[in-house]
């Protein structure tokens, strides 16, 4: 079964840490994506990348930064976290290219920065 | 890309068709229609999607009306299991690099199946 896997459901971390959120996908998908997730807000995407080491801001990047050394992992860095960052994070990959196609979601990370 | 219109909540019995609604009044030609459900505290999940002709999966039906602006998810056997939040969204096709059409989520349509 093809999965997308972020490394924690839960974490709690303290203002001004630095946060690594691991993602992983094994489908060989090129696109990968962060989303994060609040009440009342709905999903708001971060950062995206369509390749490694291609980097591309969402519409909420501010805060965040993202790195893809390989293709199968997107990390996304809260560089120095703060309460208003408290969220689910969702990852999530597709296939690139022409075409139409799904995404694949992971289970998503509920941050919560005290 | 175009924006969807859908219904806060609908109830559904269990065993009955659930149909979902969403209007897309300003789509593209190249934008698809794609379904995802959310089920409480999960990522969401790939339902269906389609361009102009109506689609089938061992999930569910999705039938887009002739002028495209609207479109019905169908349940055709709801259970318990289907209680989740469900998002119409639309996109344009990919087309490589920078031009791979992102997924904007609104709030969907809470569906809540009874027994």
């Known amino acids: 079964d093809v999965k997308v896997t972020q490394s924690s459901r839960y974490l709690v971390k303290r203002t001004g840490e630095k946060v690594f959120l691991e993602c992983v996908q094994d489908?060989?998908?090129?696109?990968m994506f962060w989303y994060r997730q609040d009440p009342g807000l709905g999903l708001r995407l971060i950062y995206f990348?369509?390749?490694?080491?291609?980097?591309e801001k969402g519409d909420i990047p501010e805060g965040y930064s993202v790195s893809r050394e390989k293709k199968e992992r997107f990390s996304l860095i809260l560089e120095s976290a703060s309460t208003n960052q408290t969220s689910m994070y969702l990852c999530?990959?597709?296939?690139?290219?022409?075409?139409?196609?799904?995404?694949?979601f992971g289970s998503g990370t509920r941050l919560t920065v005290v | 890309d175009a924006k969807t219109t859908q219904p806060t909540s609908m109830d559904c019995a269990e065993g009955r068709a659930a149909n979902l609604p969403c209007n897309h009044s300003?789509?593209?030609?190249?934008?698809?229609v794609y379904w995802y459900r959310q089920i409480h505290s999960q990522g969401p999940q790939y339902i269906i999607h389609?361009?102009?002709n109506n689609e089938t999966n061992e999930m569910a039906s999705l039938i887009i009306t002739e002028d495209r602006k609207s479109s019905t998810l169908i349940l055709p056997h709801a259970t318990l299991r289907d209680t989740a939040v469900y998002y119409c969204?639309?996109?344009?096709?990919?087309?490589?690099?920078?031009?791979?059409?992102?997924?904007?989520f609104g709030q969907g349509t809470i569906l809540t199946v009874h027994p």
């Open positions: 999530a990959s597709s296939l690139g290219g022409p075409g139409s196609y799904g995404y694949t």
């Open positions: 489908m060989d998908h090129e696109n």
């Open positions: 990348s369509y390749d490694v080491k291609m980097k």
């Open positions: 300003t789509i593209s030609g190249n934008e698809y």
């Open positions: 389609g361009l102009k």
């Open positions: 969204i639309v996109r344009p096709q990919g087309a490589g690099g920078t031009s791979y059409g992102k997924l904007t």
